[in-house]
Nanobody, 127 residues
Framework: QLYLVESGGDLVQPGGSLRLSCAASGVTLDYYAIGWFRQAPGKEREGLSCIDNSDGSTIYADSVKGRFTIARDNAKNTVYLQMDSLKLEDTADYYC????????????????????WGQGTPVTVSA
């Protein structure tokens, strides 16, 4: 059984940076795709970025492209989301999710075939 735990959420000022972590236990992530998602109050869940750990391919939503970077550390069985140039509208609960490859990266952004989800970590961007 794969378990995911997010961490790194915090209160940050606009323009600031945060790095979120998605630590996995129970199963190695080598043959999983991992996605980062967020959900703000009253809004639908939004896919932000995905990485295919089997080949390193990545995809980003237009809303975060150029500001957020997804990265993996296979030795730590962890996937990160580096968030730079944060905006007020980035305030949300952030979640990671995983599914066994093969998973198309476009589908990953919609959460398709991602069967394992973490509990989320809150990010607040405020002056």
């Amino acid at each position: 059984q794969l378990y995911l735990v997010e961490s790194g959420g915090d209160l940050v000022q606009p323009g600031g940076s945060l790095r979120l972590s998605c630590a996995a236990s129970g199963v190695t992530l080598d043959y999983y795709a991992i996605g980062w998602f967020r959900q703000a109050p009253g809004k639908e869940r939004e896919g932000l970025s995905c990485i295919d750990n089997s080949d390193g391919s990545t995809i980003y939503a237009d809303s975060v492209k150029g500001r957020f970077t997804i990265a993996r550390d296979n030795a730590k069985n962890t996937v990160y989301l580096q968030m730079d140039s944060l905006k007020l509208e980035d305030t949300a609960d952030y979640y990671c999710a995983a599914g066994e490859v093969p998973i198309g990266m476009n589908g990953c952004l919609f959460g398709y075939d991602l069967n394992y989800w973490g509990q989320g970590t809150p990010v607040t961007v405020s002056a």
